[in-house]
């Protein structure tokens, strides 16, 4: 039996980032990894087109969340790969 960890509570996921994921359909750390950060961020984007959403931050923190790891403690190897 698979289990899914909900967003809620996870590193790096707050009130905000939640509800912008919850927009795009994803609602669990799972949905977030099949979905991938990279895709996610991009979604997300989509849904607010007049809005600045920092890249970094929101990558570096869906990133974080999958490895359970705080998104400014991230190796400086998968902060360059999610920015190219």
């Known amino acids: ?9 996870s590193k790096n996921i707050g009130v ?7 927009e ?9 990894a099949e979905r991938t950060p990279e895709k996610a961020y991009r979604d997300i984007c989509k849904n607010y ?3 600045t959403i920092p890249k970094c931050y929101y990558l570096y923190s869906l ?5 359970d790891t705080d998104w400014r403690k991230l190796p ?9």
């Open 1 to 9: 039996m698979e289990t899914t960890i909900a967003l809620k509570g």
């Open 16 to 22: 905000s980032i939640e509800k912008r994921l919850n």
């Open 24 to 32: 795009i359909g994803v609602y669990t750390l799972t949905d977030l």
């Open 49 to 51: 087109p007049d809005k």
């Open 63 to 67: 990133k974080g969340a999958l490895l």
């Open 76 to 84: 400086e190897n998968i902060k360059k790969e999610l920015r190219t």
